[in-house]
């Protein structure tokens, strides 16, 4: 179990740019989240997959913003002209079964988008 | 829809004693969980202890437990035996138990340890 990888830790980008991120889960585990945390707040939802499923998405996952979870194993979550309210932390995290279920989730140590 | 609201942004306690962080939640479910998870400063955020709303007893790990009130809406975590390296933010998270598998997060307490 090498735990939730994340790629890059930190990307820096100029205003208008395409970002895209990596999310490697725990080998086993079908579902998997991405969550966005500003500085001070708790993480906010923006979508979850099962395996290749994504099964929902939240509001706040603008037209801009896109996931994908291909083979039902890594995922990445791609940020079109990226804007100054993008900077945030995006987390990933995975739990191996997520119907009605108390399974947790693990997260991995995220990715810092900095938008200049 | 569910809120989480964690009054607390910031709580101190000193080494080897016993501190309390408040969480409250809204929601019309009457079946959840309920889950601590604490965030060291540039470091994962990690599970601290859960909670299924059905069950009366409250969840105990170790030097953690909570105090699980259904009728209040109220899912505290008491740290007993504070050690320095229980500095961390912590976020009282909540996630229905239908439906989805979101996680909604309060707004974290910053817990400072003294030694």
């Known amino acids: 179990d090498t735990g939730v990888s994340q790629d890059p830790r930190h990307k820096i980008t100029k205003r208008g740019q395409n970002v895209t991120f990596r999310c490697d889960p725990i080998s086993e585990h079908n579902r998997l989240y991405w969550y966005r945390q500003t500085l001070g707040q708790g993480p906010e939802f923006l979508t979850y997959f099962q395996n290749e499923a994504q099964l929902e998405k939240s509001r706040l996952l603008s037209d801009r913003f896109s996931a994908e979870r291909p083979k039902g194993s890594f995922s990445t979550l791609e940020i079109q002209r990226t804007e100054q309210g993008d900077s945030a932390m995006y987390l990933c995290?995975?739990?191996?079964?997520?119907?009605?279920?108390?399974?947790?989730?693990?997260f991995g140590d995220g990715t810092r988008l900095s938008i200049l | 829809a569910q809120t989480v609201t964690q009054s607390q942004p910031e709580m101190s306690v000193q080494e080897a004693e016993t501190v309390t962080l408040s969480c409250t939640y809204d929601t019309s479910e009457s079946d959840y969980y309920l889950f601590w998870y604490k965030q060291p400063p540039s470091r994962q955020m990690i599970l601290v202890i859960r909670?299924?709303?059905?069950?009366?007893q409250n969840a105990t790990e170790n030097r953690f437990s909570v105090n699980f009130q259904k009728a209040a809406k109220s899912f505290s975590l008491k740290i007993s035996d504070s050690q320095l390296g229980d500095a961390a933010m912590y976020f009282c998270?909540?996630?229905?138990?239908?439906?989805?598998?979101?996680?909604?997060f309060g707004t974290g307490t910053r817990l400072q340890v003294f030694p």
């Open positions: 998270a909540y996630r229905s138990a239908r439906n989805t598998d979101k996680l909604i």
């Open positions: 909670q299924e709303a059905y069950k009366q």
């Open positions: 995290a995975s739990s191996p079964t997520g119907a009605h279920s108390n399974q947790p989730q693990h």
